[in-house]
């Protein structure tokens, strides 16, 4: 089988003014970058406000191995299998992040005969909505040190007569704002800044400080999060950078810094309209990553595929404990759009690493011996799965089971899967999914159960209402949706949730950060682990994304780099062709 990049390039791809056309959308509602991408314009909602809305399906899966289980793949797949039914479908996705594409993970355009084109213009800067979030978040960040160095050079009184601006006093040891970039970088975790020769100081005041990859920043969640335009600006000037030295929360807006955020941002409002390899309109924007932030494509994404298209295929990052519960508790509450259904990505290889039989660990190969079969493997494994599938019906939407098939897979345990999938007490389909071999034909069995769930009245129940206090909606999360027996707060966490409760912002909704190989926060414990603690080590103030974000266990903001990165394998031709990207 051709590689993904070779598969894209000698597939034959239609104008992107032709896709756009064939989306719905009229002249003047997109503008496009090039051959096979185009911007989409916010104006259009004026036409489509108020059109009926189609369905919405999540796609979400098991428990991932380090290399994940093909949920993008599954939601092209099915985009191009319901496109077969000779249904009306757009896909809806995030932006990769330079960083696994230069890491671990490698692109994130799908794979095979199911990807978006041209999969190397996805994953390598696309419109440079992500180069937006980085510049406007750095630009606060700037801007604080900026502020700080020109308070205290000559004091607050002096800065007040020369500025004709009241002094905000920011606690240098309080700056909660971050600088961040879009790669993978340990070394940048814990930074010293404003550092000065001997006798000088005309590089600020030194502090500490740090970087967070892009994805992990309050920016992105807000481009996600946002409804439109206005919505973005008022959302930015609400980011609370800092605290004053009487312990004053100090905004943006405060920095007078927040329009020219909103300006840096301005172009990024918009989604970027695709194709996959059939010729599904495809939309992409935002690029939230699910372990350290809320793992979902943009709601203006999904308002506009909505409005044009009977089904609009979507996904939530990693596992159903990640990103399809914060597509639900947070993304769901705040557009008041639930799923419609949801499709359950699940492997054999990743239901045999669930088994706790096999260590893998990020950076290295899946081994040989996971394709080999394992019957005792499969039914240990089977457990993960049953639990992703009851964490589904626990938010009342009916479900899917998509086996996607690799070309290793023996037929003998493809049917036991099946079988046993089958065998189960709960309303759920099964189908398997080739859309990775086969494109549409491989996933039109998925798409016909899909189409029969999304026929099912909606009972959708959010774990929680922003109406309950913070602590309640962090135990619904941990207790209820991972199925804890406890919450442990450290000090310091303790200490921000009563700052945050006196301030005011207690009516957020909860984004739990943690690893996503496992369903507790210890990434070594596989399967579906009952009676674990999910520690609490910090909780950081997102006020414009509209949510407290909980660092839990050991997870961290910046990733690093594995001793074989994948970038180690790109490079260019002698025609300046990328070659190794996948």
């Not at 979030?133 to 607050?156: C, F, M, P, S, W």
């Not at 924007?285 to 609009?312: C, K």
């Not at 494109?439 to 009972?459: F, I, N």
Request: aromatic residues 6%.
């Amino acid at each position: 089988m051709l590689s993904d990049i070779d598969i894209c390039r000698t597939t034959s791809l239609s104008p992107i003014d032709d896709i756009a056309t064939q989306a719905g959308l009229l002249n003047g509602e997109f503008h496009s970058q090039g051959k096979y991408k185009a911007k989409v314009s916010l104006h259009c909602f004026e036409r489509l406000q108020h059109n009926l809305v189609g369905k919405l399906v999540v796609v979400t899966a098991i428990t991932p191995t380090p290399l994940g289980e093909g949920k993008t793949v599954t939601t092209i797949g099915l985009a191009q299998g319901l496109a077969k039914l000779s249904h009306s479908v757009m896909a809806c996705i995030r932006q990769p992040s330079m960083g696994p594409v230069f890491g671990v993970k490698g692109g994130a355009a799908g794979g095979g005969y199911s990807q978006v084109a041209p999969m190397e213009e996805l994953n390598l800067h696309l419109t440079g909505d992500i180069h937006a979030v980085t510049a406007a978040h750095n630009l606060a960040a700037a801007a604080i040190d900026a502020r700080i160095y020109h308070e205290q050079r000559k004091g607050y009184e002096d800065f007040e007569q020369r500025s004709g601006l009241t002094a905000l006093k920011i606690d240098p040891k309080r700056v909660v704002w971050k600088r961040v970039m879009d790669h993978n970088d340990r070394a940048l975790r814990m930074v010293t800044v404003g550092r000065n020769e001997l006798g000088k100081d005309l590089n600020g005041f030194e502090r500490e400080d740090g970087f967070d990859i892009s994805a992990a920043s309050e920016l992105m969640a807000i481009l996600a999060l946002s409804e439109n335009l206005k919505d973005l600006r008022q959302r930015i000037g609400r980011i609370v950078v800092a605290y004053s030295t009487d312990g004053k929360p100090i905004t943006t807006e405060d920095l007078q810094v927040a329009g020219a955020m909103a300006v840096s941002m301005r172009e990024s409002i918009e989604p970027t309209l695709m194709q996959t390899l059939e010729g599904v309109p495809t939309l992409i924007h935002a690029g939230p990553f699910a372990n350290i932030a809320h793992g979902n494509s943009s709601i203006i994404a999904d308002n506009i595929a909505t409005r044009l298209a009977d089904y609009t295929v979507t996904e939530g990052g990693f596992g159903s404990d990640m990103g399809f519960e914060k597509a639900c508790n947070i993304k769901a509450q705040v557009s008041g759009k639930a799923p419609d259904c949801a499709v359950i990505v699940a492997t054999l290889r990743g239901l045999k690493a669930n088994s706790g039989l096999y260590d893998l660990k990020p950076g290295q190969a899946i081994p040989d011996s996971l394709f080999a079969d394992d019957d005792k493997a499969l039914e240990a494994g089977f457990a993960n799965l049953q639990w992703h599938i009851e964490n589904v019906a626990k938010y009342g939407i009916p479900a899917v089971v998509a086996i996607n098939r690799f070309p290793q897979d023996s037929e003998h345990e493809l049917a036991k899967l099946q079988s046993m999938i089958e065998a189960l007490p709960h309303n759920v389909e099964v189908a398997l999914s080739e859309g990775f071999a086969k494109g549409g034909k491989g996933t039109v069995t998925l798409a016909e159960k899909v189409v029969k769930q999304c026929a099912k009245p909606s009972q959708f129940k959010p774990l929680y209402q922003f109406s309950q206090t913070t602590e309640e909606k962090l135990m619904a999360v941990a207790e209820v949706g991972y199925g804890a027996s406890s919450v442990t707060l450290s000090y310091q966490a303790r200490h921000q949730l009563e700052e945050y409760q006196k301030q005011g912002f207690d009516n957020l909704a909860v984004c739990l950060a943690k690893t996503p190989l496992s369903i507790s926060t210890d990434g070594s414990i596989k399967g579906a682990p009952t009676k674990f603690n999910v520690p609490i080590r910090e909780l950081k103030l997102c006020a414009g994304a509209g949510f407290i974000y909980a660092l839990c266990g050991n997870v961290l903001t910046m990733p690093g780099l594995p001793e074989k990165p994948a970038f180690m394998h790109l490079d260019l031709d002698d025609e300046g062709n990328i070659i190794g990207l996948s």
